[in-house]
T-cell receptor
Framework: SQKIEQNSEALNIQEGKTATLTCNYT??????LQWYRQDPGRGPVFLLL???NEKEKRKERLKVTFDTTLKQSLFHITASQPADSATYLC???????????WGAGTKLIIKP | EPEVTQTPSHQVTQMGQEVILRCVPI?????FYWYRQILGQKVEFLVS????????KSEIFDDQFSVERPDGSNFTLKIRSTKLEDSAMYFC???????????FGPGTRLTVL
């Protein structure tokens, strides 16, 4: 079955630097890979979606890459701010059944 | 901007009781989902619903669980006889097409005592 790995340890980044989070998956490539932000006690909030035939997607300070050879996606936040502190979840949408398969998330802490 | 809403925000119940969690998906969306997240663990898929029937369900979604779209706006998750291990955040999500981004509600925190 499909497994997703995200760094379980919190990532501490100095304000203004670029934060880079990693999502690795096993088995076959999903149709879509999505990144969500989740704050404590809240639902996931969609950030970016990247398709299997896309290498990179950008939205303001966010950038996502998708390498189907490495079976990896990288999520970058440039010019990071303390307000970016949250848990970031990687999720794969399987086109066989439209299920979202989730990673455990990486907690990002941006220090002022 | 339209959003998915869920009620109640927090539900406390005794073990063995029935609970109904309610969701109002975004109005023009056609696919509906329930997920749960046990404290400190990853989000888990429960069920997807399209065209008034379940399209997929996980192994978590056993006979104690049911979903319903009783009218044109609400989407409910019923747990017939709650267990302690049902304590979790339950999230509803919806999207226009199955391949689209799913938009999540704020969640209902279910506490089973």
């Amino acid at each position: 079955s499909q497994k997703i790995e995200q760094n379980s340890e919190a990532l501490n980044i100095q304000e203004g630097k670029t934060a880079t989070l990693t999502c690795n998956y096993t088995n076959y490539s999903p149709a879509y890979l999505q990144w969500y932000r989740q704050d404590p006690g809240r639902g996931p909030v969609f950030l970016l979606l990247i398709r299997e035939n896309e290498k990179e997607k950008r939205k303001e300070r966010l950038k996502v890459t998708f390498d189907t050879t490495l079976k990896q996606s990288l999520f970058h936040i440039t010019a990071s701010q303390p307000a970016d502190s949250a848990t970031y979840l990687c999720a794969l949408l399987m086109d066989s059944n439209y299920q979202l398969i989730w990673g455990a998330g990486t907690k990002l802490i941006i220090k002022p | 901007e339209p959003e998915v809403t869920q009620t109640p925000s927090h539900q406390v119940t005794q073990m063995g009781q029935e609970v109904i969690l309610r969701c109002v998906p975004i109005s023009n969306h056609l696919y509906f989902y329930w997920y749960r997240q046990i404290l400190g663990q990853k989000v888990e898929f429960l069920v997807s619903f399209y065209n008034n029937e379940i399209s997929e369900k996980s192994e978590i979604f056993d006979d104690q669980f049911s979903v319903e779209r009783p009218d044109g706006s609400n989407f409910t998750l019923k747990i017939r006889s709650t267990k302690l291990e049902d304590s979790a955040m339950y999230f509803c999500a919806s999207c226009i097409r199955g391949t689209d981004t799913q938009y999540f509600g704020p969640g209902t925190r279910l506490t089973v005592l």
